[in-house]
């Protein structure tokens, strides 16, 4: 009886063709791959969930030769679309043994040893950012769902300062270089937004942020419990004023988030960590390791300077989970389910903890200080071609420029023809109603010929 639980012989023989693939996808350089429509992958794959199953060595050659083909590998050096990831060796390979332990790290009773790991990774990042010895956090699946969850911790933080829901309803602050998630986020929990003008890159500025609380009613200003700003905007890379932001919220008694999901890894590199300055007055943070900090998908380090209003709101209570929440004793130290939207999670965080341990944090600095090299010598390389523009000198590693004389049809067939070529994965984007070049890059592997092949694409 059930086969499928049992070591068999074909258990042994798919585990050595499961790593065999593993370490095919790691050790060697990958295709950068493309899509396909879900009739071709229909009838390429034809029926895989079916009564007696195709069997394990079937389904992993469906897997290599129809699916994984049809994805677009974003650890590739040419990947530089949306914001790429580039797990290190280490992280990957420990990701299989997350996988393989069936640890649920929801809470210390029966996750200790995981829970203690993902404590010291969440630590280095707390420390980063300056945060007191009794920051505290827990990593959630990304950025969405890290933004997400400060912001219910920051309004329950509200609701008990304030006695209540104020009349008004409550509302965030945010500028346009705010990531799209919150906007979700706030809908999701169904809370106003109020729009600060940004600065000339788009940036949030402490001295807006006053000037447009200052104008609201009173009443509606008091409603304000949280702005967001950001460390790294996606679209163009830049970084809010957080110190001035910092300022404005301390004195209004306002939750400060810091998205910092895309660059967040700038804090380890000492060419760029002063313009960070501010984020260790935040109230929490989020960054993403799996983003600029060499982690697999998915890992949001959600952070906070005093979980406590966390804590408050998502504890959940039920007899079946009362040892868990027994407060004083030694099996209920850390529950990471008590500071996000979430029961049971993978232990989502020991992939980077495993490859800190592994290569030091050293190594981190020097492959971010890498990736930043790379991004001023693309700037560099734009401004001495005559057909390309800069639209503003990079901050942390996002490049955005144009093409003198394209309209908007042709950056579409600039990426196409570059997929299509297997060349670069590269992404246009808009940037206040300008259609535009975008880079972003974050592997160290990622060179300057890598950015001249795409670059020279734009001049036949
Ligand atoms: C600044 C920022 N915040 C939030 C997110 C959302 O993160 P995720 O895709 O991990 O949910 C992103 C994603 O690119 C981002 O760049």
């Known amino acids: 009886m059930d086969e499928m639980h049992r070591y068999t012989d074909e258990t042994e023989a798919l585990s050595r063709a499961i790593v065999a693939y593993a370490r ?20 390429r794959a034809g029926e895989t969930v079916i009564a007696e199953g195709i069997g394990g060595e079937e389904a992993l050659r469906v897997w290599s030769e129809v699916l994984a083909p049809a994805t677009i590998s974003t650890d590739h050096p040419s990947s530089m679309a949306f914001v790429p990831g580039a797990p290190t060796k280490a992280a990957v390979l420990f990701d299989l043994v997350v996988g393989a332990s069936s640890t649920i790290a929801a809470g210390w009773i029966d996750g200790a040893g995981a829970i203690w790991a993902e404590n010291q990774a969440l630590r280095w990042l707390a420390d980063l950012a300056g945060f007191p010895a009794g920051a505290g956090g827990v990593f959630v699946s990304g950025g969405s769902a890290g933004n997400l969850s400060a912001l219910v911790a920051a309004r329950a933080n509200a609701a008990v300062r304030l006695g209540g829901r104020p009349a008004t309803g409550w509302k965030i602050a945010v500028a346009e270089s705010v990531h799209s998630s919150v906007a979700t986020a706030a809908r999701v929990i169904d809370v106003g937004i109020v729009e600060v003008p940004g600065d000339e890159r788009g940036r949030l500025t402490g001295d807006a942020l006053a000037a447009t609380l200052n104008a609201l009613d009173p009443d509606e200003a008091a409603s304000v419990f949280a702005v967001v700003a950001s460390a790294g905007a996606t679209n163009a890379g830049t970084v809010d004023d957080l110190a001035g932001i910092a300022d404005v ?72 989970l009362e040892t868990v929440n027994q407060p004083g004793v030694a099996w209920s130290e850390w529950n990471p389910a008590d500071y996000a939207y979430h029961l049971s999670r993978r232990a989502r965080g020991l992939p980077l903890w495993f490859s800190l341990a592994t290569y030091g944090t050293d190594a981190y ?28 000198d990079p901050e942390l590693s996002v490049v955005l420029f144009r093409r003198l004389g394209w309209a908007d049809a042709d950056y579409e067939t600039w990426w196409r023809g570059l997929l299509d070529a297997q060349i670069a994965f590269v992404q246009p984007t808009s940037w206040r109603g300008e259609k535009l070049a975008r880079l972003c890059f974050v592997n160290p592997l990622t060179t300057i010929d890598h950015v001249r092949a795409v670059l020279d694409a734009m001049t036949t």
């Open 365 to 392: 600095r020097d492959g971010v200080e890498h990736v930043l090299t790379l991004t001023r010598a693309t700037a560099d390389e734009i401004r001495a071609r005559d057909e390309l523009e800069l639209v503003m």
């Open 24 to 43: 095919s996808r790691i050790a060697s350089a990958q295709p950068l791959d493309g899509s396909a429509t879900g009739e071709e992958l229909s009838r």
């Open 249 to 320: 919220c301390e004195k209004r008694e306002i939750w400060f988030h810091v998205d910092a999901a895309y660059g967040g890894a700038g804090l380890v590199a000492p060419s760029v960590r002063e313009r960070f300055r501010g984020i260790e007055r935040a109230d929490s943070f989020i960054v993403d390791p799996h983003k600029w900090l060499f982690a697999p998908y998915d890992c949001c380090a959600l952070v906070y300077r005093d979980p406590t209003a966390a804590h408050g709101v998502f504890r959940q209570e039920a007899g079946y």
